[in-house]
């Protein structure tokens, strides 16, 4: 089995809980003395089996390995994948079974993280998660009043869009925003923009 860890804690002694996330569920596992083990990271994709799915306790982690990526001797590109990672352990917080299209995304997110800046990278995701989820909202209205947008707009959580002035935001202008919502892609958005976007998507799916 492979899967994303998104969420790790440590438990008794040197033992460790992890929430990995694989192409079904988002399931807690408990891993005997995983704070001595350097594959069982947050962010890490691990090949993977179970055992005691008895449902008495939590099933356990064993003969792990690591699926790597280059960049994860990256430490800035690193920390932004722990920043982006660990969104996905609230937002599917309570989910017994899951559509594979969450760990597609972060397949596809790490395999390209390395080429690309990866702020742009988690806009992308955010956008193509949102539409998955059928949580795009209109660019017409603002969120917070419901009064016509202007030429600029600022982004709330979910990207929700509002007037600047209703949540003393930074804007973007609404016909980027609006192209970046129908294509998914960053191409017409600039790097400061990027910045803008991104401080949006970190602070929860």
Known sequence: M???????????????IAIVLTDKSARSYYRFFG??????????LIDFEVEGEDGRFLP?????????????????????WHNFIKLFEPHLRDTEEL????????????????????KRIVCESYVELLKFEGRIYPIGKCYICEQDLGESVSLMTSFKPAH????????????????????????????????I?????????
């Open 99 to 118: 559509d594979r299209f969450y760990f597609d995304l972060l397949l596809k997110a790490a395999r390209k993280w390395d080429k690309q800046n990866p």
């Open 35 to 44: 704070a001595r083990h350097s594959i069982l990271q947050l962010g890490h």
């Open 164 to 195: 600047p002035e209703c949540i003393y935001a930074s804007a973007i202008n609404k016909s980027k925003i609006d192209e970046f919502f129908r294509e998914g892609k960053t191409i017409y958005l600039n790097d400061s923009e990027i910045d």
């Open 2 to 16: 492979k899967g994303f860890v998104v969420a790790l804690r440590r438990a008794k002694n040197e033992d460790s």
């Open 60 to 80: 356990r982690l064993r003969s792990l390995s690591q699926m790597g990526f280059k960049w994860l001797r990256d430490r800035n590109r690193l920390m932004l």
């Open 197 to 205: 976007l991104y401080s949006v998507v970190i602070k929860g799916l």
